[in-house]
């Protein structure tokens, strides 16, 4: 080998300069990805190289691999991807003496590192290359006659201090890795992580199998595209890499992450190998010209719903990078901007005319008060106005250091503003005007697109609200609260529904349920499946009879749709209850000392699924200040969570609550439903009867003085009840009247029933007839009978009949005076 030529000083020649000046552009950020690439793509413009690369000693410091090339194929060559430090290469020799070396043809055939015969004409230059992170050299190869002239080299020596010879990311094989830092085999997906890339994954060392797959597992699948594009062998490229993705997370929104890698082609023999490191870009500079600011704003505007969501994710996307004061966010409709989100949201900070069209929320102010504002709007292009220019007092106010308006456009109108404004004197460089460009068109598109998805999501809801209860009966010793909240995961009707319904002897039933699916078919068999219960419950019918009546109907209706339910009968005057569940969630007890229990006896099969099913009758017991709660899978099951440990948590929920607010309780355990399951809630606080009703009754027996025993039982029962005598008289008219009828109108048993609460008198008739009776229009002097149920009602303050079990039940109330 030749000895080491000394370069000195060369004159510089245009190219030089010409290099210089496009090296300086490129190495303003020393961070900027593909950095080195490009620098080294200067060798071959300016210097005139065939081929380039840059090798870094390795961490073991026994070798100089290779970095990062450029130019033709180095098998062309014959460049290896590494060399000894301790050999005889021009790479190892102008490593080791730090000064460069010079090759030509000649000096290349004796050179027993370079393998086989060189090309006629091929010379290399080897530069050594000091840098902060780690030493190396500069390897280029010529093919001109006569090598690299002195401008050539002089090229060379200014692209070896611009790229300063950077430490390659990850490791090699067999050495240790930095906390951060990862190593991938392209071929085997096999990969090594520091432990710091486990702790962002929340994987422990003894966890981790070593597959990229399982950490691939944790990423948002929205983002897995654009990852796998970078660790798929198919999509690999030698080059730089550098990529923002999210992580999911226990609990909590998902984490951004930054990837920055460099494929390393393979040794002899083996596999190409991604190296890198993975950090928490949150923790990582990052201004307004980041390109991965426009990537997280096109992911979070992917998932965002509502309109409120689009406005969200576009102020959190542009506030911090463009380190503004104020933004607002607004739908254009007519000629008024109907505001969505302020950031800050206090009144004080905004303009005097925006305070004045405060009618909601936040303002809905007129567009024509703010010309340059509407010219805006018309021109369709985003503008901005630096520090004192004149403005008008609403929009001047918002910006005083600069102000950018943002139309948004959408389907070829505006569908929106976005107005960013400074306190003090801001800049606008180039790379913040061609963020907002962007951010522009995104969330235009964005909003339309939400907009369509509340209107239509309102209409949803507007129809799942005309299935369910409008309100909840009073009821007679206990307080009752429900809550329905549709999913925002789609635009289809859900299938959860509750009901309360007032029976008779103070009873009352609770009903929740969940129909399978989440379209129109489940909505409408959800309409009929709690039509059909509320029927068959005020028959009279025992709980588990209730509930196999509805089994039957369901099976009936040839459906292939299930659903499951819980149905409860309270017993208000004893605190005691009976529970049938249809494949449905347990109810949960809230006893008054704050302990909870969840009921979790035997149930039957889903509704509709088994023709000949048991649903067998759990008994509640019910002490004053007890909370009886149900509710649906939606607000206890998760991805993340099974069903069980969602209902302790909501068990949980129900110990810290105090039951005197029921509507605050409902509330709190909402607080944290999870929105891609519709959720229905039903609460119940059993406070027991201030008053509790006396009740006597007696069979009828088909007699011919049936009716006069029946009015002999009344006046004693009156008599032992204290009556006052003074309302004896029309008591045994309606009870004589009521049993005569169903006597000679019907056939079977009859019963009579008394019951007295707060001074007023209950008469029930019961027979086994279904037919109503029917009050006669007119009824003529010589007609011999129908004057009885025009007497019912003129001496009663009500009276009505109701299907019940087997018949009818015929019923007056009467208001006793003292």
């Given amino acids: ?14 190219r030089t300069l010409r290099a210089e000046v496009a090296l300086k552009s490129i190495t303003t950020d020393p961070d900027s990805p593909g950095r080195v ?20 000693r390795s961490a073991g410091g026994d070798l100089l691999r290779l970095v990062e090339s450029a130019g033709v194929p180095r098998n062309l060559y014959g460049l290896r991807d590494s060399y000894p430090l301790s050999g005889r290469s021009p790479a190892a020799e102008a490593h080791r003496t730090g000064r460069p070396v010079w090759l030509g043809p000649e000096e290349l055939a004796a050179c027993t590192e370079w393998p086989g015969t060189p090309p006629p004409d091929f010379s290399v230059g080897a530069l050594p290359m000091p840098g902060d992170a780690g030493d190396g050299c ?32 990850g490791a090699a094989e067999g050495e240790e890795l930095p906390p951060n830092a990862f190593g991938l085999a392209a071929d085997s997906g096999r990969v090594e992580v520091g432990d710091g890339i486990l702790e ?80 928490d870009a949150s923790k990582l500079r990052s201004g307004g010209t980041d390109v991965a600011r426009v990537q997280r704003l096109a992911a979070a505007l992917a998932t965002a719903g509502t309109v409120r969501d689009v406005s969200q994710a576009v102020v959190a996307a542009l506030r911090e990078p463009l380190r503004a004061d104020r933004i607002a966010l607004a739908e254009l409709e007519g000629d008024r901007l109907v505001v969505t989100v302020l950031d800050p949201p206090q009144q004080e900070v905004w303009p005097e005319l925006w305070r004045q069209e405060w009618r909601s929320e936040w303002p809905d102010a007129p567009v024509r008060a703010m010309p340059t504002l509407a010219a805006a709007l018309r021109d369709g292009r985003a503008q901005i106005w630096p520090a004192g220019t004149p403005l008008e ?70 129809l799942q609200r005309q299935l369910l209860p409008r309100r ?34 103070n009873h009352v039933a609770l009903v929740i349920g969940d129909v399978q699916g989440h379209n129109a078919g489940a909505a409408t068999l959800m309409g009929q499946m709690r039509t059909a219960l509320r029927a068959y419950a005020v028959e009279g019918h025992t709980p588990d009879v209730v509930v196999s009546h509805a089994n039957r109907l369901l099976l009936d209706l040839e459906t292939d749709l299930f659903a499951t339910c819980c149905y409860v009968d309270v017993d208000m005057e004893e605190g005691s209850a009976w529970c049938v569940r249809a494949g449905h969630l347990p109810p949960v007890l809230r006893h008054p000392d704050g302990r909870t229990e969840i009921a979790e006896d035997e149930g039957g099969p889903p509704l509709g699924v088994v023709a000949q099913a048991d649903f067998p009758m759990t008994p509640l017991r019910l002490q004053p200040g007890t909370l009886l709660a149900l509710t649906t899978d939606g607000l206890v099951e998760s991805p ?66 049936a009716a006069r025993h029946a ?64 009050k006669p229009t007119s009824i003529g002097w010589e007609a011999t009978g129908g004057r009885g149920i025009l007497l019912v009602e003129a001496v009663s303050d009500a009276w009505g009949t109701v299907p019940v079990s087997g018949g009818k039940q015929v019923w007056s109330e009467i208001g006793l005076e003292d």
């Fill in 37 to 56: 690439h490009r620098a080294l793509e200067q060798a071959l413009v300016f210097a005139g190289a065939a081929l380039v690369a840059v090798y870094a």
């Fill in 640 to 705: 993340d969570s099974d069903i069980d440990a969602g209902m302790e948590r909501f068990a949980r929920g129900l110990t810290v609550a105090d039951p005197a607010h029921l509507g605050l309780v409902a509330d709190a355990l909402l607080g944290n439903a999870r929105r891609d399951d519709d959720v229905a809630l039903l609460l119940m606080r059993y406070d027991g009867m201030a008053v509790r009703p006396r009740r006597e009754g007696w069979t009828v027996w088909r007699v011919p003085e």
């Fill in 393 to 462: 007092p609403a929009l001047a106010e918002v910006g005083p250091g600069g102000l950018a308006i943002l139309p948004l456009p959408a389907g070829g109108r505006i569908a929106g503003a976005c107005l960013i404004g400074w306190e003090d004197p801001h800049d606008f460089g180039f790379d913040e005007r061609a963020l907002l460009t962007a951010a522009s068109g995104l969330a235009g598109q964005a909003l339309v697109r939400a907009h369509a998805f509340d209107a239509e999501h309102e209409l949803i809801g507007m």
């Fill in 472 to 505: 909840l009966p009073k009821l007679a010793g206990a307080d009752a609260v429900a809550r329905y909240l549709p999913t925002t995961a789609g635009l289809e009707l859900g299938g959860d529904w509750y009901d309360v319904i007032p029976l008779p002897d």
């Fill in 1 to 14: 080998m030749t000895d080491v030529v000394s370069e000195g000083a060369t004159g510089r020649g245009s």
């Fill in 200 to 279: 962002l994954f929340g994987l422990a060392r003894e966890e981790f199998d070593g597959r990229v797959e399982t950490l691939l597992g944790r990423t948002v699948p929205e983002d897995l595209p654009s990852l796998m594009s970078v660790v798929e062998a198919d999509h690999m490229s030698v080059g730089d890499r550098e990529l923002e993705f999210r992580i999911l997370q226990p609990a909590g929104p998902p984490k951004w992450l930054r990837l920055r890698g460099r494929l390393l082609p393979g040794r002899e023999g083996r596999p190409m190998r991604l190296v890198g490191t993975v950090e």
């Fill in 138 to 169: 500069l390897l280029a190869v010529s093919d001109s006659p006569g090598g690299f002239d002195g401008e050539d080299r002089a090229c060379l020596l200014l692209i070896a201090e611009a790229i300063a010879c950077p430490a390659p990311p």
């Fill in 711 to 774: 009015r002999r039982f009344t006046r004693r029962t009156l008599r032992a009840w204290g009556v006052p005598a003074g309302n004896l008289d029309t008591v045994l008219l309606v009870v004589s009247e009521l049993v005569t009828n169903a006597l000679v109108h019907t056939d079977g048993r009859v019963r009579l029933d008394l019951t007295l609460v707060n001074h007023r008198l209950r008469v029930a008739v019961f027979d086994v007839s279904p037919r109503t009776p029917v």
